[in-house]
C-alpha cells in the first residue's frame, strides 16, 4: 500500500524525511537504506517543490519552486491504482 505525503522539513538536516518516515514504519519508495522497497523505483521517491530562505546580503524572502519530475506522475499513476 502506498501513499503521496507533502511534508514541511524543520530544520533542513540531512535524511530528516527518511529517518522519520522509516521510524513511523512508512519508509519512502526507493530507499533502500531505510527500508524502502525499491521495486518501483531505484532512488528516494523525494521531491522539494520549495524552497525559502533569507538572502544573506539583501535580507528578502527568496522562494524557489520546482515542477515535480517525470517519475512523480508514473508513481502517483500506479499508487491510485492500488
Known amino acids: ?13 540531512t ?3 527518511r529517518v522519520h518516515m522509516s521510524h ?4 519512502l519508495v526507493g530507499d533502500y537504506l531505510y ?7 531505484s532512488h528516494q521517491a523525494l521531491h522539494g517543490a520549495s524552497l ?4 544573506p546580503i539583501s ?5 524557489v519552486e520546482a515542477k ?8 502517483k499513476q ?3 491504482k492500488s
Open 1 to 13: 500500500l502506498y501513499s503521496t505525503v507533502k511534508l514541511q522539513l524543520e530544520t533542513g538536516r
Open 15 to 17: 535524511h530528516q524525511i
Open 24 to 27: 513511523i514504519r512508512h519508509p
Open 35 to 41: 527500508g524502502g522497497n525499491t521495486e518501483l523505483l
Open 52 to 55: 525559502s530562505f533569507i538572502h
Open 59 to 63: 535580507g528578502e524572502k527568496v522562494v
Open 68 to 75: 515535480p519530475p517525470a517519475w512523480y506522475a508514473e508513481i
Open 78 to 80: 500506479h499508487i491510485t
